[in-house]
Structure formats: structure tokens, C-alpha cells
């Protein structure tokens, strides 16, 4: 026998007698495949049945990300219930989104797969379009960026050009009012990197289900996600947000959702207030900004099968 004490009881409240279920212990593990700042790459009709942490990983990498016939899944006839502690794609900073076609992902313990940038935290206000920031590393001349205030989800800057990187200090094309300074993601305005945050992602023709996480976790910009097969899976089946307490963003625009199958997404009873299709701007502590922040989002033609309560949410 083994006992197992709940914090919060009320976490097993779908659970009865004769139920399986799995023990996640999820710290451990490296990626299974690791780009680091690499330049045009594939991964093509590769097969991953098990590994302690992600499946791949592509971290500031240049040039196309083209992912073909990748397939996670728990080895046939071997009794394990997940393959991945991880994501399967999980693509942090890259200069241009991935392509993702033609995969399936099952049995994971995170989401299918994951866009984003980190923030460069504004640590002093120097002039009103020139800042100190920590983590400048992903910064450019001539690089488009987004500046928010977490806080209060407020959008200072929805597109600027950095005209100059010397050391920490970042010079901005054009003045920035009301900026805040301060040591971290939470307490500062934060800038994210529109052109190095996966922007012009594909992802085409994947089954993604069967797993705990969400299908599809985006938050770059000029993406397009269609005719993909999206089941059972514990979070949304397409989650269309920034995420500042991680951090990860920036706050998402000009996405095209069309043509996809989505069927008992959102299982976990915490979701079941989410949407199958779901696009959220979010300040501090997982709370929706006070004035509208997407823009030219499509959503067509989809069919979606025993949503949780929602079909469709947009906030």
C-alpha cells in the first residue's frame, strides 16, 4: 500500500476507487533533442516514447524550424501511460516561428507545444526612449518590440524599433511615457521581443491529445494553426495568450484558427470555466487586462465536440 496525503482534498475529487492514475514528478530531465542558437533546422519522422523532460527544445535559433512526422507517443505494448514530462515543441526566442505538420503528440505531462519570448525587465529609465534592461541578450538593432506593464496589463508600446544595443541600454525610435522601473518581471515594465518570440508559426495536420497540458500554447504574433485533430486533452485545446507571472509573451496578434477538429479538450474540473478555443490577454495573477489588446484574431470554421462550457472564449 501506498498513502497519499492531499493538501487540498477537494484535488481528488474525480477520483473513485479502481481509477488509474499517474504520480507526476516533473523536475528532472533534459530535452531529448536541444537546438541552442542553431540556424535552419529539421527534425523529420523522428519517434520519442520516453524522456524525463521536454521532446525538443529550439532556443534562439535563426532561419526555418521545420518539424515533419515527429511522433511522441507512449511505445506500443509497453503499459506506460506517458511518454514526456515536457513539452513536445517548446521554441523559446526564435527569429522566425516554427512549421509544425504532420506529427502526433501523446501522453505528455505539459503542453503539445509551446511559442514564446522572455522579457527584458527595465531596471533604470534613463530618457523617455532610452532604458537600462536586464537580459538584453535578445535584443537587436532594428528588432520590433512590445512593452507592457504587468501590473495593470497596460500596453505602453504595442510595436517600436530599437535603434541601438550598447551594453544594457536600449534606445527606442520613439519616446515611451509612463514607463516604471524595478528589479524584476513583476515589479518593472517588461519588453518583449516581436521579432524573436516564434512569430510566423504554422502548425498544420498533428493529432495532439491525450495528455496533461494544453494542445497548442502560442503566444507570437502572424500564425496559422489548421486542420489539426485536438482530443482529450486537461487544458485548452488552443490557448491564444501572454502569461506574465511565468513570464512568457508577448501579448499575441494576427492569428488565423481555422479548419480544426476539437473533441473533449479542457478535462481537468479546473478548466472547465475555459474555452476549447481560447484567447486571453492576462496582467498579474492570472487576471484579464482592463481594455482590449488583441488584434486581427480569425477564428473559421472549426468543429468543436463537448466543450467544457465553452466553445469559444475571448477576453
Known amino acids: 500500500s501506498w498513502r497519499m496525503h492531499l493538501h487540498y482534498p477537494k484535488q481528488a475529487k474525480n477520483m473513485k476507487v479502481g481509477d488509474q492514475f ?17 540556424g ?20 534562439q535559433c535563426e532561419g526555418n524550424v521545420h518539424v515533419s512526422g515527429l511522433q511522441i507517443r507512449p511505445r506500443p505494448g509497453s503499459g506506460r501511460i506517458l511518454s ?15 512549421l509544425i505538420e504532420n506529427s ?5 505531462a505539459d503542453d503539445g507545444m ?19 534592461v536586464k537580459n538584453v541578450h535578445v535584443l537587436r538593432k532594428g ?4 512593452i507592457i506593464t504587468p501590473a495593470e496589463g497596460t500596453v505602453r508600446a504595442v510595436d517600436v524599433e530599437v535603434i541601438s544595443v550598447e551594453g544594457n541600454i536600449i534606445t527606442l525610435a520613439e519616446s515611451v511615457e509612463g514607463l516604471n522601473a524595478g528589479k524584476n518581471h513583476v515589479e518593472a515594465d517588461t519588453i518583449f521581443n516581436l521579432s524573436a518570440c516564434g512569430s510566423g508559426f504554422v502548425v498544420r495536420n498533428n493529432i495532439i491529445g491525450g495528455f496533461r497540458g494544453r494542445g ?19 487544458g485548452q485545446g488552443i490557448s491564444i495568450c501572454n502569461e506574465p507571472d511565468w513570464p512568457e509573451g508577448p501579448i499575441p496578434a494576427d492569428v488565423t484558427i481555422r479548419n480544426n477538429m476539437l473533441v473533449g479538450v479542457c478535462r481537468d474540473w479546473v478548466q472547465q470555466k475555459s474555452g476549447a478555443i481560447q484567447l486571453s490577454a492576462v496582467k498579474l495573477r ?5 481594455r482590449p489588446s488583441f488584434k486581427n484574431v480569425i477564428i473559421e470554421n472549426n468543429l468543436i465536440i463537448d466543450p467544457p462550457g465553452n466553445a469559444i472564449l475571448l477576453q
Open 286 to 290: 492570472g487576471y484579464i487586462v482592463d
Open 40 to 59: 535552419d533546422v529539421n527534425i523529420d519522422n523522428v519517434h520519442i516514447y520516453a524522456n524525463a523532460g521536454t521532446a525538443t527544445i529550439f532556443f
Open 216 to 234: 497548442i500554447l502560442a503566444r507570437a504574433h502572424h500564425g496559422l494553426i489548421e486542420n489539426n485533430l485536438i482530443r482529450e486533452t486537461s
Open 114 to 132: 509551446n511559442f514564446y519570448g522572455v522579457p527584458s525587465v527595465i531596471e533604470e529609465i534613463l530618457d523617455s526612449n532610452k532604458v537600462q
Open 104 to 108: 502526433v503528440f501523446e501522453g505528455m
Open 22 to 38: 499517474v504520480h507526476l514528478a516533473r523536475m528532472g530531465g533534459t530535452s531529448a533533442i536541444f537546438f541552442s542558437q542553431c
Open 84 to 98: 514526456l514530462n515536457g513539452d513536445c515543441v517548446h521554441c523559446q526566442s526564435c527569429r522566425k516561428g516554427p
Open 143 to 146: 528588432d520590433h518590440v512590445q
